[in-house]
Structures are given as C-alpha cells and as structure tokens.
C-alpha cells in the first residue's frame, strides 16, 4: 500500500513554455501534498505543501505565481511550472501523507520527474 | 532556527554493520524518520520513531533519544545495493517535516 505515482517521470521543454507534473495517491487518500525540488548532490527542499480544496503554502523563496499547485481532489495534485527557464531544470518530487493512519505523518514519494529546460 | 545535523558520506564493507548518525534541534518534535535515497530515485520510507529506544526491522534498526536530541540508524549485514544516501527528518511542532542534508554511503566489496 501507499503508492504515489508521478507523471511524467522526464520531460524536456523549451523555455518560455510551462509544463504540468501530476501526482497521484493510488491506493490512499492524501489531504497533504507535499512538492520538493532537489538539485544534484544536493538535499530535498520543499516548495510547498498543499492541503485538499485550498491553497498551497509556499516555502520562502518559492515564486507562486511560477509554481501554480491544484490539489483539487484528495488523490490528486498537479504542479505547473511557468514559463520554465534553465534554471528550473531540477528533480521535482512529490509526497503524500495518509489521512486515513491517525497518529501516522509518514510521507511517501512519487517516482520524481527529471525536467529539463533548453 | 531549526538544524537536522548528519555526516556527509560514509564508507562501509559489504557484510559488515554501519551506524549513521543524525542530531537535531528542532521546535518541537512529533517523531523522527529515516528514508533511503538511490541516486537519481525519490526517497523511500525506512522507519519512524516517536518513543525512545530501538525499532528492529530485518537489517535496518532505527535509535532515537528524545532527551539527547539523537538518532541513529544501524544497517547490518550490509549488501552492495545499500549505496544510496539515508535522510534523517524530524517532524517539528507544526507537523512539518524538517530534512537532513542526508549520508551518503559507500559499501566496498
């Protein structure tokens, strides 16, 4: 139990254009999300957390109007990065945390997507 | 401020046991995760401790000493595709999870 897949798990866009990364909880319901971005060699850092039927809450430094998150259901997330740059070519994780285990805050990850921007 | 403090790397032999160690301060503390990271992977869920003492499962146990503000987890009998980086999180008072920089380890032949 307690899968989250991602999707897509690459992509390759041009700058300038946005692209949309979905996180889904398969086999349990998630009211948090969580999205991250990781560098090579470098720790998880996370964006924000999203919680269902409301806005996300970004970290500081993390532009929302750049990174637009929906949690609009209690399986799924979406993370739209906008007008992407070279510089937002990163590891994009997502995690759940059941809302199902009382007492349980464990998170579980997402497959990760690999974007780049030329 | 809040500080998850872990080694860098560590190297260890194939079949031998390694101890990675994580301190932390934090505000507050609901429990203290470890998870396993293969390069280029998401993390993965190795354990939770909330109470003080040892938690056992199979080759992996997880210490935690709330008064000491430490953590450690124990691999044993160690196998080559345990090279990965091990992440100690600590779950602060607002039920956010604060990360380490993680532990890279190496296992030798």
């Known amino acids: 139990g307690a899968v989250v897949s991602q999707h897509p798990s690459r992509v390759i866009c041009k700058s300038g254009t946005s692209v949309k990364i979905e996180c889904r909880s398969l086999?349990?319901?998630?009211?948090?999300m969580f999205w991250y971005r990781q560098f090579p060699k470098q720790s998880l850092m996370l964006m924000a957390t999203?919680?269902?039927?409301?806005?996300?809450?970004?970290e500081q430094g993390v532009e929302k109007d750049k990174f637009l998150i929906n949690h609009a259901s209690l399986t799924l997330s979406t993370l739209t990065v906008t007008s992407a740059h070279p510089e937002d070519s990163s590891f994009y994780i997502c995690?759940?945390?059941?809302?199902?285990?009382?007492?349980?805050?464990?998170?579980?990850f997402g497959p990760g997507t690999r974007l780049t921007v030329t | 401020g809040q500080n998850i403090d872990q080694p860098t790397e560590m190297t260890a032999t194939e079949g031998a046991i390694v101890q990675i160690n994580c301190t932390y301060q934090?505000?507050?503390?609901?429990?203290l995760f470890w998870y396993q990271q293969h390069a280029g992977e998401a993390p993965t869920f190795l354990s939770y401790?909330?109470l003080d003492g040892l938690e056992e499962k199979g080759r992996f146990s997880s210490f935690l000493s709330r008064s000491k503000g430490y953590s450690y987890l124990l691999l044993k009998e160690l196998q080559m595709k345990d090279s990965a980086s091990y992440l100690c999180?600590?779950?602060?008072?607002?039920?956010?999870?604060?990360w380490g920089a993680g532990t890279k380890l190496i296992i030798k032949p």
């Open positions: 995690s759940a945390r059941s809302s199902q285990r009382e007492g349980h805050y464990e998170q579980y």
């Open positions: 999203s919680n269902e039927g409301s806005k996300a809450t970004y």
């Open positions: 934090t505000s507050g503390f609901n429990g």
């Open positions: 086999d349990f319901q998630a009211t948090t």
């Open positions: 999180a600590v779950l602060d008072s607002n039920y956010q999870l604060i």
């Open positions: 401790n909330v």
